[in-house]
């Protein structure tokens, strides 16, 4: 057990209930008809579930064969140079930065679904059709989630006449 990530959970889990607290105060609405309280109070509850497994999976004994991975990534030594991941983030920043310059333009859907399918390559999934596939299917959720469900009004971009 590492002490500095059960502190930084429980940090993260105190700010996760502070969070759910204030997201409760707010309207929740109906499933038909959702107020502004609801999507942050669904957050809020990722937010506090997340962080209390990760709080429990440093708690809690291993069992006496079971090793932690030297890295998350496989095929990838921990004691190697950072260059990798250095590499990655400023890969990351510049795709977010493409993205905001390109939402407006092309609209949500077509820059959603090119930003998660070059993020998930940068992390490291290889193959292009699994990743569009991927990313079409986060698109889509997205798509129903913010705009048909919520009605947040998102760009359309080069697809407003398809979709009006």
Known sequence: MKIGSV???GLILAVGLVY??????????????????LFPMIIGIFLIATTL????QEILP???????PA??????????????????????????????????????LISICAFMAVAIRIFGYRR?????????????????????WLKVPLPLGILEAVFE
């Open 53 to 56: 497994g990760c709080l429990l």
């Open 128 to 148: 292009w059709v699994p990743a569009l596939a991927m990313s079409a299917v986060i698109t889509a959720i997205s798509y129903v989630s913010f705009v048909v």
């Open 71 to 108: 890295s998350p990534l496989p095929g990838q030594d921990s004691a190697a140079p950072g260059d990798r991941n250095v590499r990655k983030t400023f890969q990351l920043m510049a795709l977010m930065v493409g993205y905001t310059l390109t939402l407006k333009p092309l609209g949500f």
């Open 7 to 9: 502190v930084f959970a």
């Open 20 to 37: 759910e607290i204030m997201a409760v105060k707010m309207p929740q609405g109906r499933l038909s008809y959702p107020g502004p309280g």
């Open 62 to 68: 291993r069992k006496s064969g079971e090793t932690r």
